[in-house]
């Protein structure tokens, strides 16, 4: 399974004058933490375009489970769960120094192809082809996760 670990230190310009990020940053910070995973396997936003796909988000769950505040390190932990039919990612955003869950969510993109608009039933072969090839990927024993 794909996992990455992005930290950040929480700007003054995400909060509001309590010091307290306000809700809709966390987005942000998840849309963070994508890029770096699908770096992983070589399937960034620019090579998703290039390849002739978009995939919108067409989900998503945040559960604010304790606030972030201005200058707290957090580290951002994603997961992917699915992708034969559509990405399924889960995050995790805890405190960088104690560990301590500040909020969880996920989100789900589908893919559509950008000449026929239409979404897609499964992902594409460019994808799952570039996320097979990854060795993070792969299981122990040199097969593919599935």
């Given at each position: 399974m794909l996992n990455t670990k992005t930290e950040i230190t929480i700007p003054f310009h995400d909060v509001d004058s309590m010091k307290v990020v306000w809700h809709?940053?966390?987005v942000k910070y998840f849309e963070i933490a994508r890029c770096q995973l699908l770096e992983i396997f070589d399937y960034s936003?620019?090579?998703m375009f290039e390849s002739g796909y978009a995939w919108p988000v067409v989900d998503m769950r945040?559960?604010?489970v304790k606030p972030l505040h201005f200058d707290q390190k957090i580290v951002v932990e994603t997961q992917l769960i699915e992708w034969?039919?559509?990405l399924k990612i889960k995050y995790r955003i805890c405190d960088a120094d104690s560990g301590?869950?500040?909020?969880?969510g996920y989100t789900i993109q589908v893919a559509v192809d950008m000449e026929t608009q239409e979404m897609c039933l499964?992902?594409?072969?460019?994808?799952?082809t570039k996320l097979f090839k990854t060795e993070?990927?792969?299981?122990?024993?040199?097969?593919?996760?599935?």
């Open positions: 809709g940053c966390y936003y620019q090579k945040i559960k604010y034969e039919y559509r301590v869950t500040l909020t969880k499964e992902s594409p072969l460019v994808f799952t993070a990927f792969k299981t122990k024993s040199g097969k593919t996760e599935t």
